[in-house]
């Protein structure tokens, strides 16, 4: 394979589906994680709960639209169990229980007792026919010259759709964060105590970063469930949301275009390194392992030098520093 069509294929990647979910979701953590200091080491639970809430109700005979209103109040549901009992505490419980539940819930719903609703680990497909009954776009590939950066028509609506969610959620949390309530967030994540010495519910500020994180991240689920038509436990590892941070910390946390950012470099730099160890003739088990370990040496050095991010203020970086 050419450098070309490296380049080709790692572009693509930087625009597909894969990197604007995972930039979508990537807001919902920025707004828990970057603006207000909470450290959800769980957010791939969110992704769970709008996918298969979408999937089960679509499977079981409902509307789609019922299926992604219920997914996103299953998130909402999610972040207050997770919230209400630890937000009170020290962040490093919050951090411990959200890692926890991601983990149990990605468990419970790969067992024989709930198969009834989720099918086990053989997952629920076939759910996402209505979504692209509703696309307009007629047959045909568009895009650039170029092949490899060409999309079909049901590629395109996916990505028209979910993209245009990023710059929506993106819009909300940019007005969200110049109005009164986000300056009490960075208040919250700078010093907890003097916004409580100024009369500020921080519990409650907290809990509305986490729930509102929580939906946006839902959303991200239901864009991933879409493109694959298909939802199984191992699509929500915990690995995930190692990776989200790895986004939001590389575009800039505490910034409104970082995790778009963040999220289409990211995808650039594994699509290329996996084209590149591929076409040299690494086995698919060792660039499996390498991918794993670009993750971790990125986000290890952003944190050592640069941890500010591509675009990022050094000042929001430094959480509670003093």
């Not at 419980?93 to 024989?112: D, F, K, P, Q």
């Not at 999309?151 to 395109?156: G, H, I, S, V």
């Not at 986000?299 to 929001?316: N, Y």
Request: aromatic share 10%; hydrophobic share 50%.
């Amino acid at each position: 394979m050419s450098l070309g069509k490296i380049l080709e294929e790692s572009t693509r990647t930087a625009v597909g589906i894969q990197a604007a979910s995972y930039a979508l979701a990537c807001v919902g953590l920025n707004v828990q994680f970057g603006f207000t200091g909470l450290v959800n080491l769980g957010h791939v639970a969110s992704l769970l709960m709008g996918a298969y809430g979408t999937a089960i109700v679509v499977d079981k005979g409902g509307p789609l639209w019922l299926g992604v209103v219920v997914g996103l109040l299953a998130s909402v549901v999610l972040a207050l169990v997770m919230g209400l009992p630890t937000l009170r505490l020290r962040a490093d419980y919050l951090a411990i229980v959200t890692l926890s539940v991601a983990e149990i819930l990605r468990i419970m719903v790969g067992t024989r007792s709930f198969r009834g609703l989720t099918n086990g680990q053989q997952g629920i497909q076939g759910f996402a026919d209505g979504f692209f009954e509703l696309n307009p776009i007629p047959r045909g590939r568009y895009g650039p010259p170029l092949d490899g950066l060409k999309f079909d028509e049901r590629q395109l609506w996916l990505l028209l759709v979910c993209w245009s969610l990023v710059a929506l959620t993106s819009l909300l949390v940019f007005a969200a964060m110049r109005s009164p309530w986000g300056r009490v967030l960075r208040a919250v994540r700078e010093d907890e105590d003097a916004a409580k010495s100024l009369g500020k519910n921080v519990f409650a500020y907290k809990l509305q970063a986490l729930v509102l994180g929580s939906v946006i991240g839902a959303l991200a689920g239901v864009m991933l469930a879409f493109d694959r038509s298909f939802v199984e436990p191992k699509g929500f590892e915990s690995a995930v949301t190692f990776i989200f941070l790895v986004i939001v910390i590389l575009g800039g946390a505490g910034t409104v275009k970082g995790p778009w950012v963040g999220a289409m470099v990211y995808w650039f730099v594994f699509q290329f390194t996996d084209s590149f160890l591929r076409d040299v003739g690494w086995v698919d088990a060792d660039v499996a392992a390498i991918r794993r370990l670009l993750a971790g040496v990125m986000l290890a050095s952003l944190v050592i030098f640069r941890p500010q991010g591509l675009f990022g203020d050094r000042k929001e970086s430094l959480i509670g520093e003093r």
